[in-house]
């Protein structure tokens, strides 16, 4: 084996290894980047969800206050 093979084939094992891990980062990027719109959804879907709940119980209160009112009232 001749010093400019070896040379060779370290040279092609070191772009396979940068072609390797420059796929990985793509991958890992790609990941990341759903990993983020899902939990940014999910937050989204709760917060409204909390806002909802919130606003039927403030409603629920309000009547039972009016109910209250009307009973005190007769």
Known sequence: VSE???WADA???IVQKSQSE???S????AESE???NRVSRE???TWTNTN????RRTSELLEAKSQ?????HK
């Open 4 to 6: 400019q093979e070896t």
């Open 11 to 13: 040279a092609n094992r």
């Open 22 to 24: 420059r796929a990985r």
């Open 26 to 29: 793509v991958q890992l990027r």
């Open 34 to 36: 759903a990993l983020v």
């Open 43 to 45: 937050m989204w879907e």
């Open 52 to 55: 909802n709940a919130l606003t």
């Open 68 to 72: 209250l009112q009307q009973h005190l």
